[in-house]
């Protein structure tokens, strides 16, 4: 048996935990039955390529522990990329005492590759055909006793998301484990002489797999996937591909910009309400000043501007964006932009990587394992901090609200809104071909791989699962990990507002320092400061900009938008400070969680600096530009 070059902690609650591992194909169900067994929350939706790391977790059965192991999707053993790597060497690894290989009922032919290529390393298999409610729904029957004598282990159908069929799977799970059900010898034999010869093996497979899906499957309604085929043809075709996808890009937007409005007016007044109420509690017992001022104008303020801020636009944009996945139409998304990628040089993978970005740079680094090239994982992971992430996308939306869409309440100045947002995406995804190709022509040198992009069937997103888990695990996620970072972060720049240094305070004489720099590219120190002492998440820079620009060191009771841009244009904003903050804001260096992530991914200090000085230097220069134009133009 192979040596498993990915040594793995299997955190086993009792001696006696059975360990099961959950292979398959990408994107058949493998972490939706994980999760619904064990009550865990992965990361499902509607694209290949999910899960990329092992994950483990915890069910029982008639009184019995298991731990189950939900691997990355792998559509062979002979395994090209780093997440495919992770799932064979799992399964050839003595780590599990039996393995359970998931199933897509739709497209069984394929799916029953990767079971016989299992087969040839364990017996212990069972197989679970998922996905039968759609299968039944497209008219696709299978005889599921029939493939169970055919290949000689136990077979289970299910309907994972619909959770039909788990029970059955771990009785057999145990009966296998125990040994009172075991593959059929002949078979076993069969298959292992086959793997004898190397060569031969392959080819095989895949044979017997296709005289097996023969025998087992029957299509009552040939024209199963028509539905499908017409939408694929309107989301992928040339003409309309594109539009669509700005469009949809756009509506997302102006739902996002639209609906966060009034629940962030309403929670800044809360706040404050609560505030004020605070202070005088604070003063009601004799609270030491200092302490109430770091307390109150320091954290609280910080983080209640953070979440207020932060919120809205997040538990709208992300339950859109997942139901998007989960229908399936990234996917689609990474089919449109493919060719572009490939002009770059770069991989057309990293469509979908890009847009795990929007969520989380960290997250899109990661998924970059998706991509079989080094190489080219690479440049996803350097080009990756060109979408702007949840911390990133209130800034942009609060400044060009602010500056760029007339009547911030009326619907038109949402959708110019909505409609300069994209604007600003759609330059940071060229930035993406852009950088990718030079990267590809200069230090990361090298012929683009082709790759079968799989477009899976549209799915009907499970709604209230998607806003339940969209809120729950990616909103409250970010927010959470936003406020722990501005507590401390609070506390440190209301400390360094009030410490006195030469008449004036710490964060004054900062600013100073970097301010004959920040004019040179439209900003000014405060702003330059807010995005460097933002690195640790880029959602503290707003508030880290009020507190900057408060000469009393505390964030005033401004409620709304409008009282901010009144206090921006007190400190000499300007449609261009504004433009270039949008710009600063799409370039520069990614926050140090993302840094930290492309470390620990690529292991290379080298790659790391690039990843932060790449666009750090493209958002000087860019902001230097237009500052240097619209000076020389007297635009200002
Ligand atoms: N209708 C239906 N949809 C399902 C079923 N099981 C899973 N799905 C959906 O199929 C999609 C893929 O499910 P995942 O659990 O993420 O698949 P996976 O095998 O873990 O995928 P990777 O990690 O990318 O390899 C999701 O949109 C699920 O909601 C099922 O039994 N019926
Ligand atoms: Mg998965």
Same mark, same amino acid.
């Given at each position: 048996m192979a040596e498993s070059v990915y040594p793995y902690d299997?955190?086993?609650?009792?001696?006696?935990?059975?360990?099961?591992?959950?292979?398959?194909?990408?994107?058949?169900?493998k972490s939706s039955v994980f999760n619904e067994l064990t009550g865990m929350r992965q990361h499902t939706g509607n694209w290949p390529g999910k899960t990329v790391d092992l994950a483990q977790g915890y069910t029982s059965h008639n009184g019995r522990n298991f731990v189950l192991v939900d691997l990355p999707g792998?559509?062979?053993?002979?395994?090209?990329?780093?997440?495919?790597?992770?799932?064979?060497?799992?399964?050839?690894?003595?780590?599990?005492?039996?393995t359970i290989v998931v199933c897509d009922a739709t497209s069984l032919e394929r799916n029953l590759n990767l079971v016989l290529q299992i087969m040839t390393f364990t017996d212990r298999v069972i197989v679970c055909v998922n996905l039968l409610d759609e299968a039944k729904k497209k008219k696709i029957a299978i005889d599921l006793p029939k493939l169970q004598s055919l290949l000689g282990v136990p077979v289970i159908g299910t309907s994972a998301v619909k959770k039909q069929g788990l029970d059955d799977l771990m009785s057999q799970v145990e009966k296998v484990v125990d040994g009172t059900v075991t593959a059929n010898p002949y078979m076993m034999s069969a298959l292992r002489q086959l793997a004898e010869q190397p060569d031969e093996l392959v080819p095989a497979i895949l044979d017997r797999a296709s005289v097996i899906a023969k025998?087992?499957?029957?299509?009552?309604? #040939?024209?199963?996937?028509?539905f499908d085929r017409? +939408?694929?043809?309107? *989301? $992928?075709? #040339?003409?309309?591909?594109?539009?669509?996808?700005? +469009?949809?890009?756009? *509506? $997302?937007?102006?739902?996002t910009i639209e609906g966060a409005n009034t629940p962030s007016d309403m929670l800044a007044s809360l706040f404050n309400a609560i505030g004020n109420q605070l202070y005088a509690f604070a003063e009601s017992i004799g609270m030491p000043v200092f302490l109430k001022e770091l307390l109150l104008d320091g954290v609280y303020k910080v983080v209640t501007t953070v979440i207020s801020v932060m919120l809205p636009p997040m538990a709208i944009f992300f339950p859109i964006f997942t139901l998007l996945e989960d229908f399936g139409y990234l996917p689609r998304v990474a089919f449109n932009l493919d060719k572009f990628f490939q002009k770059a040089g770069a991989c057309g993978k990293q469509a979908l990587t890009m847009c795990m970005g929007f969520g989380c740079n960290a997250a899109g680094v990661v998924g970059t394992r998706i991509i079989d090239s080094p190489r080219e994982r690479l440049i996803a992971t350097i080009t990756n901090n060109f979408v702007p992430c949840n911390g990133r996308f209130p800034i942009l939306i609060a400044v060009i609200t602010m500056f760029f869409a007339g009547s911030a309440v009326s619907v038109i100045g949402s959708v110019t809104s909505a409609v300069v947002l994209t604007g600003v995406i759609l330059l940071g995804v060229l930035s993406t071909f852009w950088v990718s190709q030079l990267l590809s022509k200069t230090v990361l040198k090298g012929i683009p791989s082709s790759f079968t992009?799989?477009?899976?069937?549209?799915?009907?997103?499970?709604?209230?699962?998607?806003i339940v888990r969209s809120v729950f695990?990616?909103?409250?996620?970010?927010?959470?990990?936003?406020v722990v970072v501005s507590i401390p972060a609070g506390v440190i720049i209301w400390i360094m507002a009030n410490i006195q240094y030469h008449d004036q305070t710490l964060l004054q004489t900062m600013t100073q320092v970097v301010d004959p720099f920040a004019k040179l590219m439209g900003l000014d120190g405060t702003i330059l400061l807010a995005f460097i002492l933002g690195l640790p998440a880029n959602e503290i820079v707003i508030p880290i900009m009020i507190m900057g620009y408060m000469a009393t060191s505390t964030i005033t009771d401004y409620h709304s938008l409008s009282e901010f841009k009144r206090l921006?244009?007190?400190?000499?904003?300007?449609?261009?400070?504004?433009?270039?903050?949008?710009?600063?804001?799409?370039?520069?260096?990614?926050?140090?969680?993302?840094?930290?992530?492309?470390?620990?991914e690529t292991k290379s200090a080298k790659w790391t600096f690039m990843s932060f000085i790449v666009p750090t230097?493209?958002?000087?220069?860019?902001?230097?530009?237009?500052?240097?134009?619209a000076h020389v133009f007297h635009l200002v």
């Open positions: 299997i955190k086993k609650k009792s001696l006696n935990d059975c360990v099961i591992s959950l292979a398959g194909n990408p994107n058949v169900g792998t559509y062979s053993l002979m395994a090209h990329s780093a997440e495919e790597e992770v799932a064979r060497d799992f399964i050839t690894s003595n780590d599990s005492e039996a025998e087992v499957v029957t299509y009552q309604n #040939k024209n199963y996937d028509q017409k +939408l694929d043809t309107l *989301l $992928t075709q #040339k003409t309309t591909g594109i539009p669509i996808m700005i +469009l949809l890009l756009m *509506l $997302t937007f102006w739902f992009l799989e477009l899976p069937p549209y799915r009907k997103p499970q709604i209230g699962k998607v695990d990616r909103t409250l996620f970010v927010l959470w990990r936003a921006l244009i007190d400190n000499g904003w300007t449609w261009l400070t504004a433009l270039n903050v949008l710009l600063f804001t799409l370039y520069h260096w990614p926050c140090s969680t993302t840094l930290m992530t492309i470390y620990k230097l493209m958002g000087i220069g860019i902001t230097m530009l237009t500052t240097l134009i």
